[in-house]
């Protein structure tokens, strides 16, 4: 499925080449009717040979409404290039011109139109080499030339011309992610609102819950259109209306985002690579905190410049940027941008996103900032998914497959290339096939590395510092070391199975550390053993012993199994804790049960000492509780 586009200077016959091609007369405002000038997006469709139904997005051509043009092409394949035979190349030709360029659309064809206002044909045939001229060295410069007039209205040539390009475009990748940038919001009487774009990548389906990004609503797709036509299902590269439940229509607003509950997060910093247009389009240089508009998808958005790797950028530079975006907005790594000065309004130049989240507001002159911003712009695709998982850390198998920029099938090659060879490393087991939805953690062998040197480097020096401790709780560890709790937990496990930490219960360590008691703290521990082994029944409580010997020293004898503890304050010499359940399971098979006061009064013990005894052979599973006696389990 297709989706085009017009483009050209005001008045030169945009809608009218539409209306011929489709019997639909694009401008739906009543001013744009009355004033013969398309002001806001105008939409049509067309049936083509070979093709199916296309999509027609008509976009403004009169300067002041160059946002609402750039809203228009930012999702479409191919373009629809109209130029007026009897005023030839205008301003907003050139600027169209250059946008499409920027934006790397690479199908169309160019229409002149208002052949019969000439006299010759040989002043059309000037003005095709003229366009001609202009577009080489961009990316319509083989575009095919078709003549058009209002008169006669003869679309054949036209339509054959169009279905040709679209033929020779070559789709790309479905990421599987959909993503419908909003174009237009209204409410349709007995529906609601509707909303209507082009869908990028993945499907959406009539019942399916989405969110409005970066507003964060929620709501059900009730039902779907496309070109009038009612439908359950969207495929990637057609136009919808989606009528939606749940959201109102002032809070949405052209640029918004509809995509699945949690798919994407908003940004406000991106990095981008960057090319300014030359000299002719009245450009002065491009400097640090400048502001800016930006352009994306059907957002627009001010915006203060950042340029990593120089002063300034000139007329026909290409460079870096990164963009501190005034609002949020909703943005993929390889997406296409265009950047306007506000005043005067004038096209800058654009680009690609290259890292929809930094994670840092990079330094301006930094060689590794600008190795890496090489890499993301001119790497090749191994170098391209590396340096995302080195700079993303641990991530799921989906972000790597779906966000790194790639094509998907590339991207999955590559990657089990990388997990065999040893570049990427797969915490738990591997499954045996790579899925694209798959939230399996990876991360790079560098990120690797450099997590078992924090891992080690944090308890080195835990256990230097608390030379009694067993080790460190898991979740002082993981907040030290800055990452998710699912990321953590993977990790630690991947760890333990090579041997590389200890983990035990709520406690991590190194293999290599080993508590010893010594001196003063051995002497402690023989005493305190003398103090329980002389009444055994009736033996210190926790509170009491830590006083004594101290939390550190306490934790070591009751890892060493030289105590027992029960709940709440209760120590007991593990010999006598055997001994009392060996006891008490002999009363309990002769008599059939044992009470509280029996523990007490067999043991020479307090009330308080025999209900812990017993509550802790309960939680042990050895006795149940039945009324005020236990009875064995």
């Keep these: 499925m297709y989706v085009i586009c017009t483009a050209g200077h005001v008045d030169h016959g945009k809608s009218t080449v539409v209306e011929a091609l489709t019997g639909i007369n694009p401008d739906r405002l009543i001013e744009e009717q009355e004033r013969q ?31 609402n043009m750039l809203a228009g092409v930012s999702s479409v394949t191919a373009v629809l290039l109209v130029v007026a035979a009897d005023e030839g190349i205008m301003p907003q030709t050139k600027e169209h011109i ?13 229409v002149i139109t208002k052949t019969d206002l000439v006299e010759s044909s040989d002043w059309v045939k000037l003005v095709q080499e003229d366009v001609r001229d202009r577009l ?26 169009l279905a040709e390009s679209l033929n020779s475009h070559v789709s790309p990748s479905d990421k599987g992610i959909p993503r419908l940038n909003i174009d237009r919001v209204f409410t349709l009487a007995g529906f609601g609102t509707v909303l209507t774009g082009t869908l990028l990548d993945g499907i959406l389906e009539v019942g399916e819950e989405v969110e409005i990004y970066p507003i964060g609503l929620c709501g059900r797709i009730r039902g779907m259109q496309t070109y009038n036509t009612p439908i359950e299902v969207a495929s990637p590269g057609i136009r919808i ?54 352009f994306v998808g059907a957002a627009e958005v001010m915006a203060r410049t950042r340029i990593i790797g120089s002063e300034k950028l000139v007329p026909g530079d290409n460079g870096w940027l990164q963009l501190d975006l005034s609002s ?58 590396l340096q995302y998982l080195e700079m993303r850390g641990i991530v799921s198998v989906n972000s790597a497959l779906t966000k790194s920029g790639l094509e998907l099938n590339e991207a999955i ?49 835990y256990h230097q510092r608390y030379p009694l401790r067993m080790g460190m709780q898991r979740e002082e560890l993981k907040s030290r070391m800055n990452i998710d709790a699912n990321s953590f937990n993977a990790l630690i496990v991947k760890m333990s199975s090579l041997g590389k930490v200890l983990s035990k219960a709520s ?51 009751l890892d060493q199994d030289i ?21 008490t399971k002999n009363h309990i098979s002769q008599k059939g049960s044992i009470t509280v006061a029996e523990v007490r009064d067999i043991f020479s013990t307090s009330r308080k000492y025999a209900l812990g005894f017993l509550e802790h052979m309960d939680n042990e599973g050895i006795t149940v509780r039945i009324g005020d006696k236990r009875e064995l389990l």
């Design 37 to 67: 000038m398309t002001i806001d997006l105008g939409f049509a469709w067309i049936d083509l040979p070979q093709i199916g139904t296309v999509g027609i997005v008509d976009v403004p051509g009169h300067v002041d409404f160059i946002g």
């Design 98 to 110: 250059a946008i499409m360029d920027l934006l790397q659309i690479d199908s169309g064809v160019v």
């Design 136 to 161: 080489r060295d961009t990316t319509l410069s083989d575009a095919p030339f078709v003549p058009f007039t209002a008169v006669s209205q003869d679309v054949n040539e036209l339509r054959y011309a």
């Design 241 to 294: 209306a989606i009528n939606i439940s749940g959201v109102n229509k002032s809070q949405i607003s052209r640029g918004a985002v509809v995509a699945r509950p949690g798919q994407f997060y908003p940004t406000q910093l991106i990095d981008v690579s960057i090319r300014l247009l030359a000299e002719e389009h009245n450009l002065i240089p491009l400097r640090h905190n400048e502001q800016v508009k930006v």
């Design 328 to 385: 949020e907005i909703v943005v993929q790594k390889g997406d296409r941008y265009i950047l306007r000065r506000p005043s005067p309004g004038n096209t800058i130049g654009g680009g690609r996103i290259l890292d929809e989240h930094p994670r840092i507001r990079h330094p301006l002159y930094d060689p590794t900032t600008l190795s890496r911003f090489q890499i993301m712009s001119d790497g090749s695709s191994h170098e391209i998914l």
């Design 413 to 461: 090659t590559i990657l089990n290339s990388m997990i065999s060879n040893g570049e990427v490393v797969v915490l738990g087991e591997l499954d045996h096939k790579i899925r694209v939805n798959s939230k399996q953690l990876v991360l790079s062998d560098a990120s690797w590395q450099n997590q078992l040197e924090q891992v080690y480097d944090h308890l080195s020096d």
């Design 507 to 557: 406690v991590v360590s190194l293999p290599t550390h080993e508590v010893v008691l010594r001196g003063q703290h051995k002497e402690q521990v023989a005493t305190l053993i003398n103090q329980f082994s002389d009444d055994p029944y009736n033996t210190p409580s926790k509170s009491q012993v830590i006083d004594m010997i101290g939390d550190d020293v306490l934790a070591v004898i």
């Design 563 to 583: 105590l027992v503890s029960f709940e709440p304050d209760l120590l007991f010499l593990l010999d006598t804790y055997e001994v009392m359940v060996e006891e």
